[in-house]
């Protein structure tokens, strides 16, 4: 009775937070004394916080989902470690709204009278035992001293292997045939037992559930109505050492039964967002338990705990798009690239323009005449030719400029844009004299580069070529350079050309090189009688003994 | 009449073993670790390695909302019994007031699971009470973690408590000794103060569930140092284990000298488990077992955690060959969940190279801690004697009695005859017929004289 005046209790105080939100909503314009707002707020909040909550798990089913996952494993993790204190701490807050008693949540063994056992009077009577109370079991199989294990076993082999009837109920009915192995067999055979067989069907629709509902079997069971929760789950342990069921799993599909749980937002809201912050009422992923306040905060809260000492204020919360904002900041790798942004952004003042490099020949008005000229102008100065002068072309110039068009307005220029259109000033300026200087062509000049060229090839040409293999003769028609002294050197060569080549002058001229036959040929008549002794002193030395021995030494060593 | 140490059987043992097929039938739900299943597959095993010779198997009756509202409240129960996932959300206050709905989820068919789970092990206190057994196996048993009004790390009704007040109608003093990885605190809190039962655990400690069991928990009012607690650390070893369960429960068996024990088998201290993190093998545990079977004391075995399922059905199958004193083979026999034990399919488990952070010097501390609490106790503690009736017809029992009042110039009757045996060393002429001193014809008589003649004869000389 107690509880049902709670839930009344609760539905008022719904009924009363409602207009107060809507009177909230409609803003300024509505009259609400200063005490009502102050004492509104924190309610208000609360309200919103929940709204929220329900909001954002009805518009999507994926944060549904996400937020099962946790609580799945947080149920093992709970087990395995002490989560008993985790779960009891919102309890607590829970009750204490719903002002029932709670179950304590000490890690003490609980004293009296509500925790002990009530232990009933020994009784010493023996005899009263066996008239207290009846067995409250019924026998399946006792064996007696009497009984042949070999046809025992016999027996049971036979009926379960070829009648496929469990062992113990096998046994059962060899209880109840006063273990006649006869009888019981016969009865066994006869039986005609009801056994749970599954069609094809049913197995395809349990498999088929199975990839969306998992191992909720509650759900399956709403797809296979005419099979008890039982035989489902007896299905799936014997059919699992035949099936891989984890190829299965789809963890992407919604479980509806959180589904439900979502639709209907539930006024206790800690017993179900496990993963909120007990302190700031956020939720947060990293919970981990504060163990002076024995309750589980985010790591935000617990760092401000475990410095100051006193619970973080819950006005230092940071909105999600709040914390994003403020700690977004520019990446390394593009810090480079931003240096000079507050500098480009500056408006144009027009600077960039004086401080530009002036050609020697050119001044400021003529650059500015020159930015006004389209491009199809500079063919035509390009066609002009040698004679035009600058005189000349800058008064065409001038006047095509007449003809333009007034400006465009535009928006306020920046630095950036300023210097961008410096560039291609300077760049269209170029190409102009380009143009400009690639009509002007000296021909006498060409011809000699051209002469000077065809020299360098002949000399390349002339690399390669033989001295040795080719007469001097036949290149006749060259211009040598000839003298009609006889140097010293030339004297000593020639004797020796005589020596190794006789009266042959061609060759002997060729060798030399700078005489040509027929002075080698007055040379020989002038001083025949020289060059016949130095003949026979050549002669006689080849015909020397030493120096056959040397020339074999060397021979030798060669 | 009770042995402190290990003795050859004068009898056969005789064993109760409690199953219910529907068990294994239930599904707590998506993800959750407990699996009623494991059960099943320890039936299975168990059948088929033979052991159902040696074995009185049973089928336990639900127990009753009375039954079960011996221990629980009413109002507990009555939740218990009317919520169901379908009606879920009218009973979002009761669920939160009883602890239902994380670690103890409301799964269809919860309330036919507390009524199997507890009938077993009721069953199996009234079959001791009327000592037609000498051991009850209930596997199906083992929740100890449930309280009086709440439920708790996966148990919803204590059957454990329910069996022990079951046997306390009968037996003066009742010991409980939890080997469960996690603390026995529902059965601990339940008797905590009485000194009809002394609890005993040996448990994880120090941030893990529940976080009670402390050794400095020892009981209060009446039941001070009747609540002993031995908190371990991770990876202990088969040999660690008994070094420390061997001398206290030699000492609480010489202190507290039970009627009757109860055993919580559960089976998450092995090595591999889901959740537990020691680093016992099947020999580890089932030495408990053995240990318990050597005292000659009515003795009730329960199930309890154990969530790698395949290690719980070869550790309980173990468990139930040493009740029945029989070898099984480690090759495991065919059964209908034979593909479950792979990849190996052997019966017994390896222990892995895990630190055994249980020192020898920690555990020597332990031990001479908790003795030191043990020798305070008061020596066997009993109940406050009452008159016991006179029995009807007592006179026709004794035959003492007959003997005395009989007349002695009549034969005796041939119920008190029966049953004499003639004394050697007796001279007399007795009742015997055929007793003729003077004929001589029984060889013994003749022999004895000789003896006599001899004596007498030394005497003289």
């Known amino acids: 009775m107690d509880l049902y005046d709670d839930d009344g209790e609760s539905a008022q105080s719904e009924k009363v937070d409602v207009p107060s939100e809507e009177s909230t909503i409609a803003g300024p314009e509505t009259d609400i004394p200063a005490e009502t707002i102050e004492e509104n707020v924190p309610e208000v909040e609360e309200n919103t916080l929940l709204e929220e909550d329900s909001l954002v798990d009805v518009d999507s089913p994926r944060p549904s989902q996400q937020r099962s996952k946790p609580s799945k494993s947080k149920r093992k993790r709970k087990r395995s470690s002490s989560g008993e204190s985790s779960a009891a701490e919102p309890e607590i807050d829970a ?157 992407k599909c919604d479980d509806s039964s959180s589904s439900e749980e979502t639709e209907t937002p539930s006024p206790y809201p800690e017993a179900i967002f496990e993963s909120m912050c007990d302190n700031c009422g956020e939720k947060a992923e990293n919970m981990q338990i504060n163990n002076a306040m024995n309750r589980p905060e985010c790591r935000a809260c ?116 300023e210097e961008i259109e410096v560039l291609a000033d300077d760049s269209r300026r170029k190409m102009f004299e380009a143009c400009q200087h690639g009509s002007k062509v000296d021909i006498k000049l060409v ?25 001097t003769y ?77 020339m074999e030494e060397e021979e030798d060593s060669i | ?206 941030d893990f569930f529940p976080g009670t069991g402390d050794l400095k928990d020892i009981g209060a009012g009446k039941g001070k140092l009747y609540s002993v607690n031995v908190p371990l650390r991770d990876g202990i070893t088969d040999v660690s284990y008994q070094s420390i369960f061997k001398p206290i429960m030699t000492k609480v068996m010489e202190r507290f000298d039970p009627c009757a024990v109860v055993l919580q088998c559960g089976a998450d201290s092995l090595n591999g488990d889901r959740l537990g993190p020691f680093n016992l093998t099947l020999k580890g545990h089932g030495e408990c077992a053995r240990f318990f079977r050597s005292y000659n004391v009515p003795l009730m075995m329960v199930g309890g955690g154990g969530y790698t399922p395949r290690n719980v059905a070869r550790c309980w199958t173990y468990e139930t060959s040493i009740a029945v004193d029989k070898e099984v083979p480690n090759e495991l026999p065919y059964n209908d969940y034979f593909e479950y034990f792979g990849p190996n399919y052997r019966l017994h488990i390896e222990s892995s190279n895990a630190a055994n952070e249980n020192s020898s010097d920690m555990l020597a501390k332990l031990q001479t801690d908790v003795i030191a609490n043990l020798e305070q106790l008061t020596f066997v503690p009993s109940v406050q004697m009452r008159p016991i009736p006179e029995d009807a017809l007592s006179a026709l029992n004794d035959d003492s009695l007959i003997a005395d009042q009989a007349n002695p110039d009549k034969r005796l009757p041939p119920q008190i005859t029966d049953g004499m045996i003639q004394d050697d060393g007796d001279f007399y002429d007795g009742e015997r017929e055929g007793d003729d001193r003077r004929n001589e014809s029984d060889a013994k008589r003749a022999a004895q004289f000789e003896s006599e003649g001899g004596e007498k004869r030394q005497k003289t000389e």
């Open chain 1, 95 to 251: 009750g204490a709204k719903v002002k029932g008693p709670l179950s304590n949540t000490n890690k003490e063994i609980n004293v009296g009278t509500e925790f002990q056992a009530k232990i009933a009077d020994l009784n010493l009577n023996d005899k009263a035992c066996n008239e207290d109370r009846d067995d409250q079991d019924e026998l399946i199989w006792n064996t007696p001293e009497t009984i042949d294990d070999e046809k025992l076993e016999a027996f049971i082999r036979e009926s379960s292997d070829r009648y496929l009837i469990p062992i113990d109920r096998a046994l059962y009915i060899l209880t109840i045939n006063n273990f006649n192995f006869d009888s019981a067999i016969a009865e066994v055979a006869r039986r005609n037992e009801l056994k749970d067989v599954w069609t094809d069907q049913e197995i395809t629709l349990f498999e088929n559930c199975y990839q969306i509902f998992g191992k909720n079997f509650s759900q399956i069971r709403s797809a296979l109505c005419h099979r008890s929760l039982q035989s489902i789950v007896q299905f799936y342990y014997e059919s699992k050492k035949r099936v891989k069921y984890l190829n299965f799993v789809n963890s």
């Open chain 1, 302 to 417: 617990l760092i401000y705990f475990n410095q100051t000492g006193v619970p973080r204020p819950t006005s230092l919360r940071l909105v999600l798009a709040e914390r994003i904002r403020n700690q977004v900041s520019c990446p390394d790798n593009m810090k480079e690239y931003m240096k000079d942004f507050d500098k480009l952004s500056a408006q144009a003042t027009g600077s960039t323009f004086q401080k530009r490099i002036i050609v020697k020949d050119q001044c400021v008005e003529y650059i500015i005449d020159v930015d006004k000229i389209p491009s199809s102008s500079c063919t035509e100065n390009g066609n002009v030719g040698e004679t035009s002068s600058p005189s000349a072309q800058k008064t065409e110039i001038q006047s095509e400029s007449d003809g333009s068009g007034p400006l465009i307005w535009r928006h306020k220029k920046t630095v950036c844009m």
């Open chain 1, 447 to 471: 011809a000699s580069w051209k002469n000077d060229m065809t020299n360098l090839r002949k000399r390349v040409e002339q690399t390669y070529y033989d001295p040795d293999l080719n007469p």
């Open chain 1, 474 to 550: 036949l290149f006749s028609h060259d211009r040598v350079h000839y003298s009609q002294d006889w140097t010293q050197l030339e004297r000593s060569q020639v004797i020796r050309c005589f020596n190794m080549y006789g009266a042959h002058f061609e060759h002997i001229a060729d060798v030399i090189g700078t005489k040509t036959p027929d002075q080698v040929y007055q040379f020989y008549l002038e001083n025949q009688k020289a060059i016949d002794a130095a003949d026979e002193e050549f002669l006689a030395d080849m015909k020397n003994p030493e120096r056959l021995a040397d």
């Open chain 2, 1 to 206: 009449m009770n042995s402190n140490g290990p003795l050859m059987e004068h009898g056969k043992r005789r064993v109760a073993y409690y199953y219910d097929s529907n068990i294994g039938n239930y599904y707590y739900g998506q993800g959750h670790v407990m699996k009623p299943h494991r059960i099943r597959m320890t039936h299975h095993l168990v059948l088929n390695y033979g052991l159902y010779r040696n074995l009185e198997i049973f089928r336990p009756f639900p127990a009753s909302f009375e039954d079960m509202t011996r221990f629980h409240s009413d109002e507990y129960m009555t939740f218990l019994k009317s919520a169901n996932p379908d009606n879920l959300k009218s009973f979002n206050k009761q669920m939160l007031k009883f602890n239902v709905g994380e670690d103890c989820p409301l799964f269809d068919g919860l309330y036919e699971f507390c009524q199997l789970s507890s009938g077993g092990s009721l069953a199996a206190a009234t079959k001791l009470n009327k000592q037609k057994v000498d051991i009850a196996i209930n596997w199906m048993g083992g929740l100890h973690h449930a309280k009086k009004s709440e439920a708790s790390g996966f148990c919803y009704t204590n059957d454990i408590v329910l069996g022990i007040l079951e046997l306390l109608k009968y037996h003066k003093r009742v010991l409980y000794v939890d080997i469960d990885v996690h603390h026995g605190d529902g059965v601990e809190e339940a008797f905590y103060t009485t000194d009809r039962v002394m609890t005993v655990s040996f448990h994880k400690y120090g």
